[in-house]
């Protein structure tokens, strides 16, 4: 239970919806002149050079933007570069010796692992060289199914440095996931690892990696393991795998030319995480994507050189891949990773972590930060987190009481926090403060950035009055957009375009890119995002967002966690239905229930009064942490479970279902 001055402290921010960047921050900032969003707009699309001139060119390009054909949009055309030689070899002079990557594995008696920026450079080049002996060519896909290993990044930055697209595949998906994304993507190439440490004890990785080549239809030439768990597991070889340690060794001193790729050329293919069904195999190209990932990274999360940027991301998801690898390292800082759970073997893991490295910078995502403030601010306070300078958060809305726990326990009320709206898709943030020249509003993600053309319409694609609840659009193209889903570019058109374009024209202006996010906007321009198109429920008419919903329930004291969804419901058409995890040392009891109810009347009125309450330990999440209303739609609504092996905790959903049917 919080103490009483504790308690005077957070009524005085539950009542604060504003906050200014810390004048400490913006001092500092990369960023801090208001007229930026001015100059972008007026400059636009002149004034993305910006972003391209964080990179190295080996040929600079004719045109910013080629927009002769919407929706498949060029940017940098005849432009030249190579993104590992950007993320590498430009940095050796000035920061050869400087740690690129501090790795933290999972067990605590294990040593860490710090890669200068040289050891980084010599050990892509060795990897390169061994694909290339291997007959890895330029444009052919490599398939990187691998953990939170140094090995990971490497490997990344080796396909890059040979022209080969890789496509990360997530460590925690199936065999079948492999297969699916391997066939997809006709790969003929797989890197993969033995296993990984999860909660103290050894993972199996290599099996199930085996059990997913089975799958794949065509010939796999090649197949490259990692081993992380030395003699704590003994796994199979097939004829055709290598030993990643033996090829590196092989090629000990190699050094490979960086390929001077077409600034449109395929950096990677990203499959999206799932939440809402059939994972999309996203392209992004060399250019456009780098020098996105790049500006991101310096405009919004602050990093310089010097920094320790930490986030806790895994790199099978794009915030790895844009803000794990490839923006920090291009702007030549330092990138943590760390294998492990949070809560491993203590909750204070990552505050430790923190503590240890100086970490500058801290981006996570809403699930860990509502697990933190459900664990309790005990676990940060017994560290010294004084080194952070600035917070960010992504994947999901975060509601304003988890904001301001994270505002005040992680960030000691002296750090901006950004709140960072962007997909899979979109290479890298699109709506979200550029902390050092924005106030914050916690609950909203911020006015879209600069040079970034969101607006929130209704139906009809009309953009809506502030305050009303309608759709999130991106009227004009951006450098760090997909170029297509991967040999589907019809596809393409029908999920993104489609919706609100004029699909015959050839005028961009006719063109709309449609994330299928429900959100609304402020009179500051400001847009807060409401959950997903699918998610968004009509209860008597009204259109009521998931998130406002969750929102007025966590802020009741106690509440750690919820999740709202629609039932069918004869009078209202949907009913809000609450699934509800309280905070540690909380009851699950008659008067929570009412208090939970009481608080949504109060926040949003009685037309959201939830007609059940069911408190359950756990929520059912994707692996990327997502809560998946899908599922619980279903339990509200008494139908069958569809498919469930996306999710991180399929048990969970079959606990709440014998809940609900008790209740
Ligand atoms: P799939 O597209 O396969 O269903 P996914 O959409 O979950 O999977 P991602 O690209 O990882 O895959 O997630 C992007 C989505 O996450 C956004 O469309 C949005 O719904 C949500 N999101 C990300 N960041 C934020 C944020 N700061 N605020 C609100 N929602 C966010
Ligand atoms: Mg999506």
Request: proline residues 6%; charged residues 30%.
């Amino acid at each position: 239970m919080p103490e009483e001055q504790d308690v005077e402290l957070e009524a005085r921010l539950e009542d604060q919806e504003r906050f200014a960047p810390p004048e400490s921050f913006v001092s500092q900032a990369n960023v801090s002149d208001p007229s930026v969003y001015e100059t972008f707009e007026e400059e636009w699309p002149e004034c993305w050079e910006q972003a391209a001139d964080l990179l190295d060119w080996n040929e600079s390009y004719d045109e910013v933007l080629d927009d002769s054909n919407p929706p498949f949009y060029e940017w940098f055309t005849g432009g030249e570069l190579n993104a590992s030689a950007n993320c590498l070899d430009r940095h050796l002079d000035e920061r050869g010796d400087e740690a690129a990557i501090e790795w933290v594995g999972e067990p605590t008696d294990e040593e860490n692992r710090t890669y200068t920026y040289e050891e980084l450079h010599r050990e892509v080049n060795e990897f390169a060289a061994a694909l290339r002996e291997m007959g890895v060519g330029e444009d052919d896909i490599v398939t990187l199914y691998m953990p939170m290993v140094p090995e990971l990044p490497i490997a990344m930055l080796a396909c890059a440095r040979i022209g080969a697209p890789h496509s990360v595949v997530f460590a925690g998906f199936s065999a079948d996931a492999l297969a699916t994304r391997m066939n997809a993507a006709d790969s003929e190439y797989l890197v993969t690892c033995d296993g990984y440490y999860r909660r103290g004890d050894p993972l199996e990785h290599k099996a199930k990696a085996d059990e997913g080549l089975a799958g794949v239809e065509h010939e796999v030439s090649d197949v490259v393991v990692v081993d992380r768990l030395g003699d704590d597991y003994d796994h199979p070889m097939g004829e055709n795998h290598t030993a990643y340690a033996d090829l590196v060794e092989e090629q000990a001193g190699a050094e490979v030319d960086p390929v001077s790729r077409d600034a449109e050329d395929m950096l990677f293919l990203m499959y999206t995480s799932g939440t809402t069904g059939e994972p999309k195999g996203v392209k992004h190209t060399t250019g456009g994507y780098l020098s996105w990932s790049a500006w991101t990274s310096r405009a919004v999360l602050d990093i310089k050189p010097d920094d320790t940027y930490f986030c806790s991301a895994d790199i099978g998801w794009i915030t790895g891949h844009s803000y794990i690898v490839y923006g920090p390292l291009a702007l030549g800082t330092t990138t943590m990773m760390y294998e492990g759970t949070p809560d491993y073997p203590e909750k204070d893991r990552l505050w430790e972590i923190v503590e240890e490295y100086e970490a500058t910078q801290l981006y996570t995502a809403p699930t860990a930060i509502r697990a933190f403030m459900k664990w309790g601010s005990e676990y940060p306070d017994q560290h010294d987190l004084s080194s952070l300078r600035l917070l960010g958060t992504v994947g999901e809305p975060i509601n304003p009481k988890a904001w301001k726990w994270y505002y005040k326990h992680i960030g000691d009320e002296s750090c901006p926090i950004i709140d960072t709206w962007w997909q899979t898709e979109t290479g890298g943030m699109m709506v979200t403060t550029l902390p050092g020249v924005k106030d914050m509003k916690p609950g909203s993600a911020g006015p879209p950035l600069p040079g970034v053309d969101a607006q929130i319409v209704n139906a009809q694609g009309d953009e809506v009055e502030p305050g009303e609840a309608g759709y999130l659009t991106v009227q004009k193209p951006w450098p760090g957009m997909l170029r297509t889903l991967y040999n589907n570019d019809e596809r393409y058109i029908d999920e993104y375009w489609a919706e609100y374009s004029d699909t015959d024209s050839d005028d961009p202006d006719d063109w709309v890119y449609f994330p299928e996010d429900g959100a609304k906007i402020d009179e500051d321009g400001y847009i807060t995002v409401l959950g997903r198109v699918d998610d968004v429920l009509n209860v008597s008419g009204h259109r009521l967002g998931t998130m406002e919903i969750e929102s007025a329930i966590v802020g009741v004291e106690g509440v750690a966690e919820a999740a709202v969804v629609g039932g069918d419901h004869e009078m209202k058409g949907e009913a809000v239905y609450a699934y509800v995890i309280t905070e540690d040392g909380y009851g699950e009891d008659e008067e929570m229930r009412d208090r939970i109810v009481e608080g949504v009347e109060d926040a949003i009125g009685p037309i959201a009064r939830p007609e059940q309450v069911v408190f359950t330990p756990e929520l059912p999440k994707t692996r990327s942490g997502k809560i998946m209303r899908r599922l619980l739609e279903d339990v509200a609504n008494g139908e069958d479970l569809g498919d469930t092996s996306t999710l991180r905790n399929p048990e969970v959903v079959r606990e709440i279902e014998t809940k609900v049917a008790d209740d």
